[in-house]
């Protein structure tokens, strides 16, 4: 399943948002938060203040328990945050991008645009029935979420540091057994 490129962009930034809590805590000052908005190529308002960064950092939580709910509890998290942000859908075009869905003005503020987007991008996931796109790494000593979007599904670790950490304990594992 290939999701289209909006789709795509804002569960990767919903992820990295998520993670940013798994310690150590990654946005923590006005500067993190500046480079997420920069790395996941938000546009519109950005108050560049602490109280946006909280209110940002407070949508980990909820954006955690979306993108690991079952698809029935996923289908009302997403309606209910559509709802709650008065979301109506539109086509724009910015930047280097074709025409993608925005549900909410530019203008909103940062937080309720990232969960609206959010949301849009969870209605795809959701109509596909690809929820196992989403999942908790399979590092047991790690809470970090993994977004596969790989053909084949094979992603299961939400960093290469997880994965090499596997990767060396089965090694030394297979050496300790042979």
């Not at 539109?90 to 503020?109: C, S, Y």
């Not at 937080?111 to 989403?134: F, G, N």
């Not at 939400?158 to 050496?175: F, H, K, L, P």
């Amino acid at each position: 399943m290939t999701f289209a490129h909006d789709t795509a962009v804002a569960l990767t930034a919903a992820v990295a948002l998520v993670n940013s809590a798994v310690e150590p805590d990654t946005l923590t000052r006005i500067i993190d938060l500046d480079a997420f908005f920069a790395e996941h190529d938000y546009t519109g308002s950005h108050a560049r203040d602490r109280a946006e960064l909280d209110e940002v950092r407070a949508l980990r939580g909820p954006l955690r328990a979306l993108l690991t709910s079952e698809r029935d509890a996923a289908v009302d998290q997403v309606n209910q945050m559509l709802a709650e942000a008065h979301a109506i859908p539109r086509l724009v075009r910015h930047g280097g991008h074709d025409w993608h869905v925005h549900a909410v003005a530019q203008e909103a503020p940062l937080a309720q645009r990232i969960l609206v987007e959010t949301a849009m991008a969870m209605v795809d996931v959701i109509r596909a029935d690809e929820l196992s796109r989403l999942a908790v790494c399979a590092d047991p000593d790690c809470d970090g979420l993994v977004l596969d979007l790989s053909r084949n599904r094979s992603r299961k670790f939400c960093s290469v540091t997880c994965g090499n950490r596997n990767a060396v304990a089965a090694y030394r594992a297979r050496q300790a057994a042979g």
